[in-house]
Structures are given as structure tokens and as C-alpha cells.
């Protein structure tokens, strides 16, 4: 606008690339409290707001240990397992140039943390309608230091495995492979509802879910968009495979759907919709539009079979977390050691195109991760059920999270409510209902 | 023949149907009413407002049975609704007059002794 402002841009620093990463980041943001939109949703009416509250929690757990400690140890340095504590309490984030990009590292810190809030919010999924709102938030506070940024660190931060030669363009490694994996743990140790089996547990809000997942495709154009920090070729290929993939993936979910119970489902489309976005995620700059197409296509097979056999186990992984994230971070993870193509990425060739090492340092990276997440996150549960009940009782989980554990209704008629008016010196006691 | 109204907790509506089911009592109806039986009342918050909410949710099952089904039917309602805690309802047990199948036209007894669908 003046002089002046443009002075004050620091060297290496690309105003086209800054601004199109404030738009991003913002647009991941939004995509926590969509994918609180979607699970909320799925679950029944009484837990809707302690569905959508993890979430919400999520944002405010992960992001304040982002960025006292998590960021620091995702990025800091190239060390091969963790980063180091040079960057802890944000000390030395500022305007200057993130290393490898032409954007301010203040902003790349706050796009790496909407990250860290999304993946903290989807392992959500494995555990609610049953899981205590207090004991989550510091599940997911550890967890975000010990799982997420360990991983991201490995993929994104220099760590081992990018240096291995993994590629993982916006997160399928630390985010969807991460959240997947952990999401069984988390299902296994607070185990499953007590009605899980017994009776039938439905969504309650289709509306929700189709809205939540729209929005989160939307969201997905920046956390696929935006991970190229920069507005060049990777971050157009990545934008548009953002729109191609989900698109077969629909697609197909529509056709899989048809051939099992002859009706095209609205849940199944929206659950198409993020599992199409998923398989994007880490190949976004990496393969061809046509090869997104397919990888859409056939990468929601796998997807789709493992949501219609998971009901039969015994596992209440209540809102598929690991299929629609984690076994899509995998094939999508895998999809770059086949389809990946210099002349579209500039940086390895896959399998088709001759280069079958590629596809080992991707199946490294497939096997090693979900073993991390599921490990790790097992352990950690583990070991905070020492000291504290992870789950609520039978009867509060009868009665609804949402009375219980936050004291208000999503759907209160207002009804029988007598207001209470605090007399002088009356002291208001929340009695659990 | 009698009709017996039982006003359940909504999360035990599920335990009392199967209960019913096991009884041999087929022909059920259900509705959501609100109700207060004495509980504790429950505490709500909404930004500046709070709230006592003197009415709790819960299940009014009706349920017209021959003289023979009565007690299967209260038995059924008190196992499936049953927690032991204050708040899990009561039954009610009123004298039927008259029922009619709409289909049939048969009445009494005929009109509430279930037939195998279809």
C-alpha cells in the first residue's frame, strides 16, 4: 500500500506465497470444527455436543502445546528421530524466512499447528459417546507431542524418514496414517460402549455429516493446497487432485453402494468424501491428475470393505477412523511409490514410471508408522488408565455425554426448566443428572 | 383385559422392549414424554443462564393385554426398566373398556391377542 510496507517485507519472503498461506492456514482451521460437524452427526442426539467438544477441545489442547513444545520438536533441526528445543515457547519464530520456503515462519508454525489440531481431533472418533472430556484433552495433549510431532518430524521436519527418501506431500504419514493407527489403539484400551453390539447405535444427523464433510473438502484445498508453501506448480497439482480424487472416490462409493443394498447412501458419500480426500493428502504434488483419478478409484475399495466388516468385530472404532484414515494414508501413501512421475513432480519417479526403489522407501514409511501410532498411543492410554478412569460409568454413558459431562443438551426444548435465580450468597452446585 | 402404561427411562426403552418381546407381548406402543418422578434435578448452563430442568426424558410404553398378560407385561416393564436408582418409573395399569382391529373389526379379547404377521 506504501512504501513503507513493502520495505518491511524481510529478504526471501514472497508476498504471493505469504498470502495464499494465510488463506490456507485459515482454511484448515476451519476443518476441525467441520470434522466436529461430521462425527457429531454420527453419533446419537444425547452426545452430539461432547462429539463436536472434542473437537473443539482438540483445537484448544493441541494448538497451546504446539506451540509451547510440539512445534519445536517437529521442526527444529534435522535430527534423525526429534527435532530440538530451539524453537519451545516459539522463541525465535518470527518473520524471517522458514528454511526451504518464502514465507514467514511465524505463519508456517500456524499452519503446522491447524495440522496438529485436525489429527488431534480425528482420533476423537475412535472414542466418543463414552470417553471422559477430561482425561481426553490430556490424551491428546501428550499425544500430540508424543505421536504427532515424533511423526511429523519424521516426514516433514527432516527426520528420518524424509531423509530416507519417503516422500509425503501434505500428511499421510503423521495425520492420516497417525490418526488411523492411534484411533485402534484408542478404541482397544477405553474399550467398546456398552451398548456396542446390542443394540443398533445410529446416526443421528445425516445433515451434519454431509455438511461436515462438505466443508472439510473445502478445508481440504488448503492442507493439500497449502503444503507447498508457496503458490507454484506442487501446490495447482496438489489444489486440483484436491478436486479429482474425491471426486472417483464418490464415484465409486456410489457404485459399491449400489451393489450392496441397491440405494446410493448419504452417509456413504460423505465418508467417500473424506476418504477420497485422505488419499490425496500425501500424493497431492507428487502423481499425475489422470493417476489421482485412479487412486481415488480403486484406493476406496479397501476403504469401503474394512467400514462394512469392522460393525462385525468386536473393536467399537466407533466412527471408522482407521478406515477413512488411516488404511487411505496408507494406500495413498503406497499410490506415490507406483504413480509418482518426475515430469509432473520434479522430484522422483514411482514404480510405473521405472523407479521401483521409490516404492520401498514409501512401504518403509507404511509399515514403520502405523506401528509407531498404534504402539505408542496403546502405551500411553495404558498408562493413564493407571491413574485415572478413562471412560465414564454405565449409567452416565446411558444417560448421554452431554448432560453429563458438559451439563447442556444440543437439542434443549426449554421445557420443565425452572431458572434459577443465585439469591445473595447462594452458591450454584452442578449436580451430575 | 387392562391397559398397562409403563413410563421408562429412555436409555432402558431398548432392555424393556426385549424384555416385552421375550413375554410374548406383541402388541406395544411407545412415545417420548417428559416427566418428573422425583429425581434429582438436573443442572444446565447456558452462557449466563442457569437452569434446573425439573422434566427428564423418558419412554411411555402402552401395552392393552388380555387379563392372562397383565402380569407377563408388568414383569417384562419392571425387568427391562429397572436400575435401582430413583427415577425409573412407574406403571400403570388401567381397565380397557373396549378395542377394536381396525382391519378385522374383531373385538376385545380377538382385537388384542396378537396373529402372526404376514
Request: charged share 15%.
Amino acid at each position: 500500500m506504501n512504501g513503507l510496507a513493502l520495505a518491511a517485507l524481510p529478504a526471501g519472503i514472497d508476498s504471493g506465497d505469504t498470502a495464499w498461506m494465510l488463506v490456507a492456514t485459515a482454511l484448515v482451521l476451519m476443518m476441525t470444527p467441520a470434522l466436529g460437524l461430521f462425527y457429531a452427526g454420527l453419533v446419537r442426539s444425547k452426545n452430539t455436543l461432547n462429539t463436536f467438544m472434542m473437537c473443539i477441545g482438540a483445537l484448544a489442547v493441541a494448538g497451546v502445546v504446539w506451540a509451547l513444545l510440539g512445534y519445536s520438536l517437529a521442526f527444529d533441526g534435522t535430527g534423525s528421530l526429534l527435532g530440538g528445543l530451539g524453537y519451545a515457547g516459539l522463541q525465535g519464530v518470527d518473520f524471517l524466512p522458514r528454511e526451504g520456503t518464502a514465507i514467514p515462519q511465524l505463519l508456517f508454525f500456524a499452519f503446522q499447528a491447524t495440522f496438529c489440531m485436525i489429527t488431534a481431533a480425528l482420533v476423537s472418533g475412535a472414542v466418543v459417546e463414552r470417553m471422559r472430556f477430561g482425561p481426553f484433552l490430556v490424551f491428546i495433549a501428550l499425544w500430540s507431542l508424543l505421536v504427532y510431532s515424533v511423526l511429523a518430524h519424521w516426514s516433514f521436519g527432516g527426520g528420518w524418514l524424509s531423509a530416507n527418501g519417503t516422500l509425503d506431500f501434505a500428511g499421510g504419514i503423521p495425520v492420516e496414517m497417525g490418526s488411523g493407527f492411534s484411533a485402534l489403539a484408542a478404541a482397544v484400551v477405553v474399550g467398546a460402549r456398552k451398548d456396542y453390539g446390542r443394540q443398533a447405535l445410529l446416526p443421528h444427523n445425516a445433515m451434519y455429516v454431509l455438511l461436515g464433510a462438505g466443508l472439510l473438502w473445502f478445508g481440504w484445498f488448503g492442507f493439500n493446497g497449502g503444503s507447498g508453501f508457496a503458490t507454484g506448480d506442487p501446490s495447482v497439482l496438489a489444489f486440483v487432485n484436491t478436486l479429482l480424487t474425491p471426486a472417483c472416490s464418490l464415484l465409486v462409493w456410489f457404485v459399491l453402494d449400489l451393489i450392496r443394498g441397491r440405494k446410493v447412501t448419504a452417509i456413504g458419500a460423505a465418508t467417500a468424501i473424506v476418504v477420497g480426500c485422505v488419499l490425496i493428502t500425501p500424493a497431492g504434488a507428487f502423481i499425475s491428475p489422470g493417476w489421482a483419478m485412479v487412486l481415488g478409484a480403486v484406493g476406496a475399495l479397501p476403504c469401503y470393505l474394512l467400514i462394512m466388516w469392522r460393525p462385525r468385530t468386536r473393536v467399537d472404532e466407533t466412527l471408522d477412523v482407521l478406515a477413512a484414515h488411516g488404511v487411505a494414508g496408507f494406500t495413498g501413501i503406497l499410490a506415490i511409490g507406483l504413480f509418482a512421475s518426475f515430469a509432473w513432480n520434479g522430484v522422483a519417479d514411482g514404480l510405473f514410471y521405472g523407479d521401483a526403489a521409490q516404492l520401498g522407501h514409501q512401504a518403509l514409511a507404511a509399515l514403520v508408522t502405523p506401528l509407531y501410532a498404534f504402539g505408542m498411543t496403546y502405551v500411553l492410554l495404558r498408562a493413564m488408565s493407571l491413574f485415572t478412569a478413562l471412560r465414564t460409568s454405565e449409567h452416565e454413558e446411558a444417560v448421554g455425554m452431554d448432560v453429563v459431562q458438559h451439563g447442556e443438551e444440543a437439542y434443549a426444548s426449554g421445557e420443565g426448566a425452572i431458572l434459577v435465580l443465585p439469591a445473595d450468597g447462594e452458591k450454584l452446585v452442578a449436580e451430575p443428572g | 383385559m387392562k391397559l398397562v402404561i409403563g413410563i421408562v427411562r429412555p436409555e432402558k426403552a431398548n432392555d424393556v422392549l426385549e424384555a416385552l418381546y421375550r413375554a410374548e407381548v406383541r402388541g406395544v406402543s411407545m412415545s417420548r414424554v417428559q416427566g418428573h418422578g422425583g429425581e434429582l434435578d438436573r443442572v444446565e448452563t447456558y452462557r449466563g443462564t442457569t437452569v434446573k430442568m425439573g422434566l427428564s426424558e423418558k419412554v411411555r410404553f402402552e401395552v392393552a393385554v388380555s387379563d392372562d398378560f397383565v402380569d407377563p407385561a408388568i414383569e417384562a416393564l419392571c425387568e427391562g426398566g429397572r436400575t435401582g436408582e430413583v427415577g425409573d418409573g412407574k406403571i400403570f395399569v388401567v381397565p380397557l373398556e373396549r378395542a377394536v382391529r381396525i382391519r378385522t373389526g374383531e373385538s376385545d379379547k380377538a382385537a388384542v391377542t396378537p396373529v402372526d404377521g404376514r
